[in-house]
C-alpha cells in the first residue's frame, strides 16, 4: 500500500469517528455522512460479547443501525441496581456521556486486505454520575476508497472511570447502558 492510500484510509477513519460524535449528539445529518462512507456491499459487525453483537449488511441495514441510534438519543433508561442493594425496583436515568478515546492506529497490509485498526476506550455514564469504561477495537477493511467492512469488538469487562461511580451497577444495567451507548461505533 502506497503511503498517498494509507493517508486516505486514515483521513476516512478519522471523518467516521467524527461523525459517530455527530451521531451521539442527536445530529440527525450525521446518519447519512456516515453512510456515504460505506460501500453498497458493506459489512459491519459487533464482535463483541452478548448483547453486543450482530452483523449488518449492505448500506441500506447499514442506514438502519445509525438510524436507529440516532433516534435513540435521550432514551429514558431504567436500572435495577446492585444485586444486593435493598431497594429492588427499578429507577429511571438518562445517559449522561458517551466520550471515545482514541488510544493507537495502525495501517496493516495483509496479502490483499488493506486494514486499519483502532484501538480506543470509550466512558459510558448516566445523567447521575453512575458509568465505567470499557476498552475494545475497530479494523476497517476498505474497497475503492470506501469502508468494505468494519469489525468492532468490546471487551466485556467495565473498568472503574474518573468521575462516575460503578458500584450500584448490576450486571445487566453495564449491558443496558453499553446498548444505549453504543459504545462500539
Known amino acids: 500500500m502506497t503511503d498517498e492510500a494509507t493517508h486516505r484510509q486514515t483521513e476516512l477513519v478519522e471523518r467516521y469517528f467524527d461523525y459517530v ?3 451521539r449528539a442527536g445530529k440527525e445529518e450525521a446518519v447519512d455522512k456516515l453512510v456515504e462512507l460505506w ?3 458493506g459489512t459491519f ?4 460479547a452478548p448483547p453486543v453483537v450482530g452483523t449488518f449488511k449492505g448500506r441500506n441495514a447499514i442506514h438502519a443501525l445509525y438510524k436507529n441510534r440516532v433516534n435513540a438519543c435521550d432514551m429514558p433508561l431504567h436500572l435495577s441496581g446492585a444485586e444486593k442493594a435493598e431497594d429492588k425496583t427499578a429507577r429511571g436515568v438518562a445517559l449522561g456521556l458517551v466520550d471515545t478515546r482514541i488510544n493507537r492506529v495502525r495501517s496493516l497490509e495483509k496479502e490483499k486486505d488493506d486494514k486499519v485498526v483502532v484501538g480506543w476506550t470509550t466512558v459510558i455514564g448516566t445523567n447521575d454520575k453512575q ?13 475503492s476508497g470506501r469502508i468494505a467492512s468494519l469489525e468492532v469488538a468490546v471487551s466485556p469487562k467495565a473498568e472503574l472511570s474518573e468521575g462516575f461511580r460503578l458500584e450500584g451497577l448490576a450486571v445487566d444495567d453495564i449491558g ?8 462500539v461505533v
Open 45 to 48: 459487525e459487533f464482535a463483541g
Open 176 to 183: 443496558r447502558l453499553s446498548l444505549a451507548a453504543w459504545c
Open 21 to 23: 460524535r455527530e451521531l
Open 131 to 143: 458509568g465505567f469504561q470499557v476498552s475494545g477495537n475497530h479494523t476497517f477493511k476498505f474497497k
Open 39 to 41: 460501500d453498497e456491499d
